[in-house]
């Protein structure tokens, strides 16, 4: 089973990055997925989650802002994140039925 994360980087405050997560080993569709994030000196916190339906919850502090979404077809789930503010700034990781992606870092300057 792997989780491969990718799409972080550097953005401006205001910009916007597009994180994906593709999945081996299992096939996506029959698992809620979600994302997770944990930032420099703080303990890892859920920022959104997705059902096998398409049912979305997300944290308040990025609700507006990020949407999650889930492509079965490709195996892959996404996190489009907006408006992006350097209190984003954090390591963010995929998660499904436990297992955990590598992480990939997000860095939001102001």
């Known amino acids: 089973v792997q989780l491969q994360a990718s799409g972080g980087g550097l953005a401006e405050a205001g910009g916007s990055l597009r994180l994906s997560c593709r999945v081996t080993?299992?096939?996506?569709?029959?698992?809620?997925i979600g994302w997770f994030r944990q930032a420099p000196g703080k303990q890892r916190e859920w920022v959104a989650s997705?059902?096998?339906?398409?049912?979305?919850n997300y944290a308040g502090s990025v609700k507006g802002r990020f949407t999650i979404s889930r492509d079965n077809a490709v195996n892959t789930q996404y996190l489009q994140m907006n408006n992006l503010q350097p209190e984003d700034t954090a390591v963010y990781y995929c998660n499904v039925r436990g297992y955990w992606g590598q992480g990939t870092l997000v860095t939001v300057s102001s």
């Open positions: 080993g299992f096939t996506l569709d029959r698992y809620a």
């Open positions: 997705i059902t096998t339906r398409g049912l979305t």
